[in-house]
Structure formats: C-alpha cells, structure tokens
T-cell receptor
Framework: QKEVEQNSGPLSVPEGAIASLNCTYS??????FFWYRQYSGKSPELIMS????GDKEDGRFTAQLNKASQYVSLLIRDSQPSDSATYLC??????????FGQGTELSVKP | ETGVTQTPRHLVMGMTNKKSLKCEQH?????MYWYKQSAKKPLELMFV???????ENNSVPSRFSPECPNSSHLFLHLHTLQPEDSALYLC????????????????FGPGTRLLVL
C-alpha cells in the first residue's frame, strides 16, 4: 500500500462546477496535511494546510480531514479554467517526513 | 529576492560532467530539502538539512552530493550522472520546531530542470 494515494485522473469538470479531489494515507499517526497545486512545468505551491478533523475553508477552497478514515479531500467551488493543474496531497508521517501522493490532474473546461 | 530561489533553472550535462545546483531561501527557515520529480511519479525526497546538519539521506546514490554551508543556502553537487537522473530538482524550506510538533509548511523554489545526455 502506498503511503499517500491519490487518483491520478485526469479529473474533468465544467467551469463553475465543484471539483472534488481525494487522498488517503496509511500512517495513522500523521498530524499535518497539505494540498499543493502544481502547474505544468512549475513548482508546487501551497493551497491549504489542515491539522484537525473537520472542514477548513479559504475562499473557493475547502479542505476536509477525517483522521478516523485516514482521508483528506480538497473541494474547489466555482471551478475556473485557471484551476487546471495537478493537485498534490502531502502528509507527514510519524517520522516527521513529508510524503507526497502522485497528484491528481484537474482539467476545468470552459 | 523573496521566497526560495534556485539556479540554474535549466541544465544540460553529459554523463562525465560535474555541475552544482544552488538553492537559497530568504524566509528565515531552519530546514531545507532537495526533492526529485520525474514525469508521472510522486515527489521523491532526497536530502533534509536541519540547522545545517543532514538529517535525512533517502538512499540517494553517491553521484548526488549535498552541501549546506548555512541555514539559507543549499547545494546539490552532481557528477557522473546517468540519463535516468534527468528530472526536475526542487528545493524547499520550512521552519522546523522539532519532534512532537506538526510539520510546518514547506515552500518550494522554482526548480532546476536537468537533462543528462
């Protein structure tokens, strides 16, 4: 089992729709969870961090964490073509190492 | 300059060359990282430095040699690389508060795209 798993996609949604990106992790002791966005040919940039169970909202982005289910998700409301990118889920394990998933490619169609 | 900078942005080298990648962070962080990103693969952690001390070497071949002269600068020295080493090399930094604390956000530089011929 991979330490951090994401559906590689591509996930295609129409403009204005809600995009839902999912991530599962294997280390139950993980405490920190991050979503990064990476445009093609660019470096990852932080979108959201979440440390506690529940929802965390920032503008059009909502991160959801469920530690019991070892699941973290990112919702993007009112998706825009400029949101088209690869979204990386990252989880720190008990050893303090940040483990990245392989990323989900999102395509928002005008 | 702000954030994390990396030079060069692009590098083409032969298998017998020696080159170095440079990273500098202007965020006052105490931890720095080298990652390798190959096509369609997850980011692979290579090295971690915390307060200039190497705390992680993720089974990286010796043809990659890191150097961290201070908390703001990180180098990756390359020699006798193989074509499969062609990838995007990313530097990142974060503020490490030590064990028992949640991991702080890592901020990435723009990366060096390396092609080994």
């Amino acid at each position: 089992q991979k330490e951090v798993e994401q559906n590689s996609g591509p996930l295609s949604v129409p403009e204005g729709a809600i995009a839902s990106l999912n991530c599962t992790y294997s280390d139950r002791g993980s405490q920190s969870f991050f979503w990064y966005r990476q445009y093609s040919g660019k470096s990852p940039e932080l979108i959201m961090s979440i440390y506690s169970n529940g929802d965390k909202e920032d503008g059009r982005f909502t991160a959801q964490l469920n530690k019991a289910s070892q699941y973290v998700s990112l919702l993007i409301r009112d998706s825009q073509p400029s949101d088209s990118a690869t979204y990386l889920c990252a989880v720190n394990n008990q050893g303090g190492k940040l483990i990245f998933g392989q990323g989900t490619e999102l395509s928002v169609k005008p | 300059e702000t954030g994390v900078t990396q030079t060069p942005r692009h590098l083409v080298m032969g298998m017998t060359n020696k080159k170095s990648l440079k990273c500098e962070q202007h965020l006052g962080h105490n931890a720095m990282y080298w990652y390798k990103q190959s096509a369609k693969k997850p980011l692979e952690l290579m090295f971690v430095y915390n307060f200039k001390e190497q705390t992680e070497n993720n089974s990286v071949p010796s043809r990659f040699s890191p150097e961290c002269p201070n908390s703001s600068h990180l180098f990756l020295h390359l020699h006798t690389l193989q074509p499969e080493d062609s990838a995007l090399y990313l530097c990142a930094s974060s503020q490490d508060h030590g064990s028992g604390f949640p991991q702080e956000t890592q901020y990435f530089g723009p990366g060096t795209r390396l092609l080994v011929l």
